[in-house]
C-alpha cells in the first residue's frame, strides 16, 4: 500500500493495455500445443533416459512466462506513465506546482511544415501540458511573447478549463516577440507561486529573436530560483524561406510620367537555391513580374522601372508564392507621387525683391513661375522651418537668414539624417551661430567645414576653381567647359574664411588659396552642402548668371534624384508616426485610421502631434496599408511590414539556450519532440516510465539469457 | 585382390541409388566372403564343395561307396592305404542383400525443431518452405537422406561390386511383418547388370512404412536359402534383440555368413540442439515429451550403450558389426568396413 501511495499513474486509460499480458500465456499455450512435435526411431531410448530429467525443468517454462509476463507489465505500466512521488511528496508538503506556458506568438511562429502551422504542434503540446496538472491543485498560466507579451489571465489559476479554451484560441501574430519581456513576465508569475516552479516554453528558437532576448541579461536570470525550464523545440527542420523586405523608391517623390525605379530586397533563408516570382501591384493593380534565382543565404535587390502616371498617394506591394512562412511573401510600400519636386527656399530677404538671395533661389529654380517648372518652390522665413514643412521635400535651400529658433535647426538636423538634402549659402547674418547650431545636434557634426568669418576678395583671388574629379562627379559633369568658363569668371566680393575641410566632407568647388567654395558631407541617409558664396548681389553677380540656375537645379536634382526612400520602420507591433500630407482640418471631425482589412481605429488609437499633422498609429497588428482619413478624405497612407529579421528561421542551439537560461540553482532541461510532453515534466514527482522500460528489456534479456543457458 | 576384372562395358544403370562414379574410389576391393561358400558355378571364392578342380586340398581314407576314380595310387603306393584325393573348389558367390524398410528407417532428422522462442513455430515454418527437398533425389540434400537412403545405397553399391565381380545377388526389405516379409518384395539371387538394374528398382519402389519384425524375416529368410550365402543386412536394430540374435544364430548356423550394417541417422547419434519437444515413436506412434537440453547427454550415453552391446552381441555371434551413420559418406563407410574386413581376412 506504501507503494500506490507514492506512485500515480498519468495515463490510467493506458491500463486497458494490461490485457497484453495474456499474449504471453496465448503464446505459451499455443507455443506448447502447436510446436516441436517430431517423429523419431529411437524414442525407446529417449524414455530410457527420460527419468533423468529434473522436476525444476518443468518449472523453467513457468518462470520464462512469468519473465515474459512480467516484462509486458512492465510495458504497460511504462504506457500509463507513473510518477514516483516519493519523498517530494511529503517535501512539497502536497502544494500543487506553478507552470507557466510561455507560447511564442512571433511571426516566425507562422512557418508551415508541408501546409500545416507549427502553431497546431504548439496548441497540442500546450494542451499536453495543460493536461499533466491536476485541476485545483496545480496553478498554471500562459505568457504570450508578442511585441508586448502579456498573460492570458491576470494571475495564477487552478481553473485550468480557462487555459485550455485559451489554448484554443492562440495563433501567431505578425510581431517580432519580446522574448526577453515575455520571459521577465513570467518570472513574475511563478515568483508569486511557492512549491515547485515550472516554465515550459512552446517556441520555434530563432535565433535572432533569442540571441537578442539572451543577450538582455548575463548574470542575473529572469526566473526565480528553482525553476525549472523545458523547452519543446519543434520537430522538423526550418521550412525554405523567401522573404521581402526593405522595399524602396527612387525618386523619393517620383514626379508624374517620370522614369521612377521601385524596389526591395529579397532574402533566401533557405540552405538551398530557390527560384521564385516576384510580383510588383501598385494600386491593387498588377504591373509587372521577375523571375529570380538566388543561391542559399543570398539577398538581392529586386527593382522595376516604371512610371506613375497620376499624382497622390499610390499603394506600392510586393509579393511571392507561397512559402514556408507566408507572413514575410508581401512588402508593402507608399508612393507620392508629384507634378512638381517640392523644393524649400529659406531666406529672409524678400523672394520678390530682385537682388536679394532669396529672388535669386527662387528664381533660378521656378524660371518659369508657372507649370513648366520642375520644381515647386515654396519660401519660407527661418522662423517658420519646421518639420512638417520639410518633410516631403525634395531638398532646401538656405541663405541670408537670421538666428534659426531650436525648432528649425530640429527640423533641418532631422530633415538631413533622413535622407533629405540641405544646402546653406554663406551669406550675412548669424552664420557662424546658426552653423555651430546645426553642427552641435548631430553627434559627431554635420558641416564638411566651420566658417570663422567672413572676408573679401579681390578679383583674382576670388575666382573659382572646379576641384578634381570631374570627370567622375555627376554633378560636376553638368558643368561643361563653358559653365566652367563661367565660373572662372564671376566676380566674387565676399565669402567666408575657415578651419580645416572635414575628413568626411566632399569639396567640389575651391578657391585658388584652397579655401572650399562648394563641399557636403554627409548625415545619416543625407547630405548638407555649404556655399562659400552668395548670390545675392553685393556679395558676388553669381545670382545673374545661368551657371547659377544649374547649380541650384543640379544640387536640387543630387540630393534628391539619386535618393531612395528610406525604410520608414514601419513595423508591426512599433507604433507607426508618420506626417500626414494633406493638413488636418482642425475643425472637422477627428481624424481615424482605416485598418488594412477595412476596419477603423477609433479615434483612441489616432493622436496628434503638434497640432499640424503628425500621426501616431498605436502599434499595428496586421501588415499593409494604414490610412489616416478625416471623415471621408484621406490624409496620408503608411506601409507597414514585418519586422524582417523574423524572417530568419534559423534556430538557436539548445545548448546554448539551456546555459543561458538556466537560473541560480534551478534546472533546465529540453526534452525532444516525441515524447508526450505534457507527461514528461514530472511535475509532482519522478517519471519513472523510462526505469519500466529499462526494467522490461531487463527481464526480456534475462528471458533470452535462460533461454541461452538451459539451452546449452 | 587386384584380380577384379574391369567394369563391364555396357553402361552400368544409373538410379537412385547407384552412384557409379562415387564407387570407383572402391574399384581395386573385392568384395568376398570370409567362410567358403557354395555356389553353382566356378567362380573366384573358396569352397566346401571339393571335386575335379585344379587347387589341391587334403587327403582322406577312402571308404566305400568313393568313387574308385577319385583314390590316389601313387599314395597308395607309398603309404599301402586307399585315400582319395580331395582338390579345393572355388564357387562364386551369392549375396542376399537385407534392407530393414520398417517406418524408423524412414526418419530423415530432426531439422528446424531446434529454434528458440516464442517465434519457433513461425521460423520452422519458414525454414520448411524454404528448404524444399528434392525427394527424388537424396544426394541433394544429404542431411535429409534418410536411413533407408543411406542404407539402399550401401546395398546398392554392395550389389554392384558383387555383379561386377561375376557373383549374385539377392535382395529382401524387411517391412509388414511375418506373412508378407519375404514372398512379395524378395528377388532371387542372379548375376549380370541387368539383375542388379532390377534390384536397384525395387530399392526406389520400396516406402519405409511400418514395421520390420525382423527375427521373424531372419529366420524366412534363413530357411529360403539353402545353401551358404553371404547375408547383409542394413538396419537400425530398432527391434527385439534377442529375436535379431537368435535368427542371425540360425542363420549363420547353416553356414551362412552376415553382415549387419548398423544405420542410424547423425541426429539419433547426436541429438540437435532442441527446447522441449514431443517424440513420436515412427512405428509405435508412442509419444514422450522431453527437454532435449536435460536428456541429451543420457541419451548419448544410452545410444552409445544400445550400439556397443549390439555389436559386442553381434560379433560374439561371429556376425560383423558395422556402425553407419548418416552423417557419414556411405562409400566412406563401405570402404572402411571393407578395408578393415580385408584386413581381418
Redesign the interface.
Known amino acids: 500500500m506504501s507503494m500506490l501511495s507514492v506512485i500515480t499513474l498519468t495515463a490510467p486509460a493506458m491500463m486497458i493495455g494490461a490485457g497484453l499480458v495474456a499474449l504471453p500465456i496465448l503464446a505459451h499455450l499455443m507455443h506448447r500445443r502447436v510446436s516441436r512435435r517430431v517423429m523419431f526411431p529411437s524414442v525407446l531410448l529417449l524414455e530410457a533416459v527420460a527419468v533423468s530429467q529434473s522436476s525444476l525443468f518443468r518449472l523453467r517454462r513457468w518462470w520464462l512466462l512469468g519473465l515474459r509476463c512480467l516484462a509486458v507489465a512492465a510495458i504497460v505500466l511504462a504506457f500509463a506513465q507513473p510518477i514516483w512521488l516519493g519523498a517530494q511528496a511529503s517535501a512539497t508538503g502536497g502544494r500543487g506546482a506553478a507552470v507557466v506556458i510561455l507560447v511564442d506568438l512571433s511571426a516566425s511562429s507562422g512557418q508551415q511544415y508541408a501546409g500545416v502551422p507549427a502553431v497546431h504542434s504548439m496548441k497540442a503540446d500546450a494542451g499536453r501540458v495543460l493536461d499533466a496538472l491536476s485541476p485545483g491543485t496545480d496553478y498554471a498560466n500562459i505568457v504570450y511573447a508578442d511585441a508586448r507579451p502579456y498573460t492570458a489571465l491576470p494571475e495564477m489559476t487552478s481553473n485550468l478549463g480557462v487555459l485550455r479554451s485559451e489554448v484554443m484560441s492562440f495563433e501567431p501574430t505578425y510581431e517580432r516577440a519580446d522574448v526577453a519581456g515575455a520571459l521577465s513576465l513570467a518570472g513574475r508569475m511563478l515568483a508569486k507561486q511557492p512549491g515547485e516552479r515550472r516554465l515550459v516554453v512552446l517556441t520555434d528558437l530563432q535565433a535572432s529573436s533569442w540571441s537578442e532576448a539572451l543577450g538582455t541579461w548575463s548574470t542575473q536570470s529572469p526566473l526565480p530560483d528553482g525553476t525549472r525550464v523545458t523547452l519543446l523545440p519543434p520537430a522538423h527542420r526550418p521550412p525554405n524561406n523567401l522573404a521581402l523586405h526593405g522595399p524602396w523608391l527612387s525618386p523619393p517623390t517620383p514626379r508624374v510620367d517620370r522614369p521612377t525605379r521601385i524596389g526591395a530586397m529579397l532574402t533566401n533563408h533557405s540552405d538551398t537555391a530557390q527560384t521564385t516570382t516576384v510580383r510588383l501591384r501598385i494600386d491593387g493593380r498588377n504591373r509587372d513580374t521577375q523571375s529570380l534565382a538566388l543561391e542559399p543565404r543570398q539577398t538581392h535587390e529586386v527593382v522595376f522601372r516604371t512610371q506613375l502616371d497620376k499624382p497622390g498617394t499610390h499603394r506600392v506591394e510586393f509579393s511571392l508564392p507561397g512559402d514556408g512562412l507566408p507572413v514575410d511573401d508581401r512588402c508593402y510600400l507608399v508612393a507620392h507621387v508629384v507634378e512638381h519636386v517640392p523644393v524649400v527656399v529659406v531666406s529672409d530677404d524678400d523672394p520678390d525683391l530682385p537682388g536679394t538671395t532669396g529672388y535669386f533661389m527662387t528664381r533660378a529654380l521656378s524660371p518659369f513661375g508657372d507649370a513648366r517648372d520642375r520644381y515647386r518652390v515654396r519660401a519660407v522665413g527661418s522662423a517658420d522651418v519646421t518639420w512638417p514643412i520639410l518633410a516631403d521635400t525634395a531638398a532646401v535651400f538656405v541663405g541670408e537668414i537670421g538666428l534659426l529658433n531650436p525648432a528649425g535647426l530640429e527640423a533641418l538636423t532631422r530633415y538631413v539624417e533622413a535622407g533629405g538634402g540641405v544646402v546653406i549659402f554663406l551669406g550675412d547674418g548669424p552664420v557662424v551661430d546658426n552653423l555651430k547650431s546645426l553642427d552641435r545636434l548631430a553627434p559627431d557634426g554635420l558641416l564638411p567645414w566651420v566658417p570663422e568669418a567672413p572676408r573679401s576678395l579681390t578679383s583674382q583671388s576670388g575666382r573659382l576653381t572646379i576641384a578634381d574629379g570631374v570627370r567622375v562627379d555627376r554633378f560636376l559633369q553638368r558643368f561643361g567647359e563653358f559653365g566652367r568658363d563661367a565660373l572662372a569668371g564671376l566676380q566674387i566680393r565676399r565669402t567666408w574664411a575657415g578651419g580645416d575641410i572635414n575628413q568626411e566632407a566632399h569639396t567640389l568647388w575651391q578657391y585658388p588659396d584652397g579655401a572650399p567654395a562648394l563641399a557636403w558631407r554627409g548625415l545619416g541617409a543625407g547630405r548638407l552642402a555649404l556655399v562659400n558664396i552668395s548670390p545675392k548681389a553685393t556679395h558676388s553677380d553669381l545670382g545673374k548668371h545661368g551657371v547659377f540656375v544649374v547649380l541650384m537645379q543640379g544640387l536640387a536634382d543630387e540630393v534628391w534624384g539619386t535618393q531612395k526612400t528610406q525604410d520608414p520602420g514601419h513595423v508591426v507591433g512599433r507604433a507607426v508616426q508618420f506626417d500626414l500630407a494633406t493638413p488636418v482640418d482642425r475643425g472637422g471631425t477627428t481624424p481615424s485610421i482605416i485598418l488594412p482589412d477595412g476596419g477603423t481605429l477609433p479615434a483612441a488609437g489616432l493622436s496628434l502631434e503638434d497640432r499640424s499633422a503628425r500621426i501616431v498609429i498605436t502599434p499595428p497588428e496586421v501588415p499593409g496599408f494604414y490610412t489616416a482619413a478625416q471623415g471621408d478624405t484621406p490624409l496620408d497612407v503608411a506601409a507597414v511590414n514585418i519586422d524582417p529579421r523574423e524572417s530568419d528561421l534559423r534556430r538557436i542551439g539548445a545548448d546554448k539556450l539551456q546555459s543561458s537560461l538556466r537560473p541560480g540553482n534551478g534546472k533546465v532541461s529540453a526534452e525532444a519532440r516525441g515524447m508526450n510532453t505534457g507527461l514528461s515534466l514530472g511535475l509532482h514527482g519522478r517519471a519513472v516510465w523510462g526505469w519500466l522500460i529499462l526494467l522490461a528489456m531487463g527481464l526480456f534479456g534475462i528471458e533470452m539469457g535462460l533461454q541461452g543457458y538451459w539451452k546449452r | 585382390m587386384n584380380q577384379n576384372p574391369p567394369i563391364d562395358p555396357g553402361p552400368p544403370p544409373t538410379r537412385r541409388y547407384l552412384r557409379v562414379q562415387e564407387l570407383a574410389r572402391l574399384r581395386d576391393v573385392m568384395f568376398a566372403p570370409r567362410r567358403p561358400v557354395r555356389g553353382l558355378y566356378a567362380g573366384r571364392h573358396a569352397s566346401r564343395q571339393r571335386g575335379h578342380c585344379v587347387e589341391f586340398n587334403d587327403y582322406r581314407e577312402y571308404t566305400p561307396g568313393d568313387e574308385v576314380g577319385d583314390i590316389d595310387w601313387k599314395a597308395y603306393g607309398r603309404s599301402d592305404r586307399l585315400y582319395i584325393k580331395l582338390f579345393e573348389h572355388q564357387a562364386d558367390m551369392t549375396v542376399n542383400l537385407l534392407i530393414d524398410a520398417s ?3 524412414g ?1 530423415t532428422g ?1 531439422q528446424g ?1 531446434g529454434v ?3 517465434a ?2 513461425w521460423i ?1 515454418w519458414l525454414k520448411g518452405s524454404i528448404a524444399a527437398q528434392d525427394p527424388e533425389n537424396p544426394s541433394r540434400d544429404d542431411k535429409r537422406a534418410s ?1 533407408y537412403d543411406q542404407a539402399c545405397l550401401m546395398a546398392g553399391a554392395i550389389a554392384f561390386l558383387t555383379v561386377r565381380q561375376r557373383d549374385r545377388v539377392g535382395f529382401a526389405v524387411a517391412q509388414g511383418g511375418p506373412g508378407q516379409t519375404i514372398s512379395p518384395k524378395a528377388i532371387e539371387p542372379r548375376g549380370g547388370f541387368a539383375h542388379l538394374d532390377h534390384v536397384l528398382r525395387s530399392m526406389e519402389r520400396v516406402k519405409p512404412v511400418g514395421r520390420a519384425h525382423l527375427g521373424k524375416t531372419l529366420q524366412t529368410l534363413g530357411r529360403t536359402t539353402a545353401r551358404r550365402s553371404l547375408l547383409v543386412l542394413f538396419t ?1 536394430l ?1 527391434e527385439d534383440r534377442d529375436a535379431v540374435l537368435k535368427a542371425l544364430n540360425d542363420f549363420t548356423s547353416r553356414g551362412n555368413e552376415a553382415i549387419v550394417f548398423h544405420i542410424l ?1 547423425e541426429d ?1 547419434l547426436r541429438l540437435p ?12 506412434g ?3 515429451r ?2 532435449v ?3 541429451r547427454q ?2 548419448h ?3 552409445a550403450r ?1 550400439t556397443d552391446e549390439w555389436q559386442r552381441a553381434l560379433t560374439a555371434c561371429g556376425i560383423d558389426y558395422k556402425l553407419v551413420s548418416t552423417g557419414t559418406h556411405y562409400h566412406e563407410a563401405l570402404r572402411d568396413y571393407l578395408f578393415t574386413r580385408a584386413a581381418r581376412a
Not at chain 2, 540442439?273 to 509405435?284: K, L
Open positions: 517406418a524408423s528407417m526418419f530432426l525443431a528458440l522462442g516464442l519457433q513455430p520452422k536411413k537400425d530398432m541417422h539419433e540442439d532442441m527446447a522441449e519437444t514431443v517424440f513420436i515413436d515412427s512405428e509405435t508412442r509419444r514422450v522431453m527437454n537440453r536435460d536428456v543420457g541419451y550415453d544410452r545410444i544400445h
